[in-house]
């Protein structure tokens, strides 16, 4: 199902594939069989891999295209796929050794073809022996930096403390860092940021008597609306002091320092009983060891009639083993000691933990691929000031990388995220 003739193979010149670096990357990119990528190489020579027909190839959702191109700017691309794999196919990329009219279709046609690629979590050939050859390495990198108190602080300061500056630059007014929830077509970002928080509220049942716990503030946009809008107590943790700093001037700002209280703490640390929970992609942040640490602390703070309502990003249930003994390019570049969950998995530990079952849950993947698509292009608008935070070209392509990555990933329902309601049995009071 590969397509292995190059333009300039029909045209008979001869392809140089004397590399073994090079032999190596085409054999695995001829066995990927969907969509259709063009491999231009830096002499000029066009590959052509993926189906064979030559018919147009429909677009994927939101509309990213069903053909990609990789032009090869350096050698040094094949060697860093041959070594690192996926990530040192990202880390090319970030060094400038390739480049593309569109990365996400670029990286939506691996996961396309993700069955068939050599270093996809949850590929038949993820053990090919041929590729990653550093793979202990990173693996190693990552197991150096477990979210326990000490560390998982700072592995949140390497992400969220860039700079209040730097995030206030692409993301909406309400600086919500999380999926947006369309419930009709036309909103704008700020618009569907603010019904994703009013959606988490209503599953939470909110009313003015309610203190509810916050896990994870952010810049305070949750809690803010929940105030406003509610009128309820509301305690949140944090444990970058960046946005601690930013969120409590958020708050005094709008008048609401006496309903929403902003603490530097670990959640493993909270005091205190609360009739509501809510987390919004914090549990990322979490991890495969830690995560009991999480729902036994909510079993311990949450009164018996309580609700807790989680908005994470998950992995497919089959395949979170592949995630949790592998290593990717978000987890060594962009939030290190990271891990998505599965679904099972956390409704498991709640079970555990404090008897919780699942109440609702409503998916929201295509969501966060229009959210990511959307900061993306706000961050590409605004690169001028990006570099004058003192960000440098390849820190660009990083997180261009990021938001592509995730995009891709979220359109094409290789991972996903949602919102969940859980409670205790014999809850009787909503």
Not at 220 to 248: D, F, N
């Amino acid at each position: 199902m590969s397509q292995k003739t190059s333009h300039a193979e029909a045209a008979g010149v001869s392809v140089p594939r004397t590399s073994f670096y090079r032999r190596a990357v085409f054999s695995a990119l001829e066995d990927m069989p969907l969509g259709r990528l063009h491999l231009r190489l830096p002499a000029g020579d066009n590959l052509i891999f993926g189906a064979r027909t030559d018919a147009a190839f429909d677009p994927l959702p939101l509309n990213i295209p069903g053909t990609a191109t990789i032009t090869v700017q350096r050698e040094a691309f094949f060697k860093k796929c041959v070594l690192a794999g996926d990530i040192g196919f990202a880390e090319a990329y970030l060094d400038g050794d390739w480049t593309t009219p569109n990365l996400t279709a670029v990286i939506a046609w691996f996961i396309q073809n993700h069955e068939h690629a050599p270093e996809l979590s949850g590929s038949k050939r993820a053990q090919a022996g041929m590729f990653n050859l550093l793979r202990w390495f990173n693996r190693l990198g990552h197991l150096l930096r477990p979210n326990n108190r000490a560390t998982a602080r700072r592995n949140i300061s390497e992400h969220y403390d860039l700079s209040n500056d730097f995030f206030a630059l692409w993301l909406d007014p309400s600086m919500m860092y999380s999926s947006a929830k369309w419930s009709q077509p036309d909103l704008t970002l700020e618009q569907a940021q603010r019904e994703k928080n009013d959606a988490l509220c209503r599953r939470l049942r909110l009313t003015r008597d309610d203190h509810v716990l916050e896990i994870g503030t952010g810049w305070g946009g949750w809690s803010l609306h929940a105030a406003a809008t509610y009128g309820c107590r509301v305690t949140t943790l944090t444990i970058s002091q960046e946005q601690k700093a930013l969120a409590e001037k958020r708050i005094a700002a709008a008048g609401l320092s006496d309903r929403i209280t902003v603490e530097f703490r670990d959640y493993r640390d909270v005091e205190g009983h609360f009739d509501k929970i809510v987390s919004i992609e914090m549990m990322e942040a979490i991890g495969h060891r830690y995560l009991p640490d999480f729902t036994r602390t909510i079993a311990r703070v949450l009164k018996r009639d309580g609700l807790v309502a989680l908005q994470f990003i998950t992995c497919p249930d089959a395949r979170y083993d592949a995630f949790r003994h592998g290593v990717d390019f978000i987890q060594k570049h962009i939030f290190p000691g990271s891990l998505l969950l599965s679904m099972n998995r956390v409704n498991a530990q709640l079970t555990r933990a404090g008897g919780f079952w699942l109440h609702e849950v409503e998916d929201m993947g295509r969501d966060y691929a229009r959210t990511l698509r959307l900061w993306h292009d706000a961050f590409m608008a605004k690169i001028d000031g990006v570099r004058e935070l003192g960000f440098d070209d390849r820190f660009i392509r990083k997180w261009s990388y990021y938001l592509c990555y995730c995009e891709a990933a979220f359109a094409l329902r290789n991972i996903s995220v949602v919102q969940t309601l859980h409670t205790r049995s014999n809850n009787l009071t909503f």
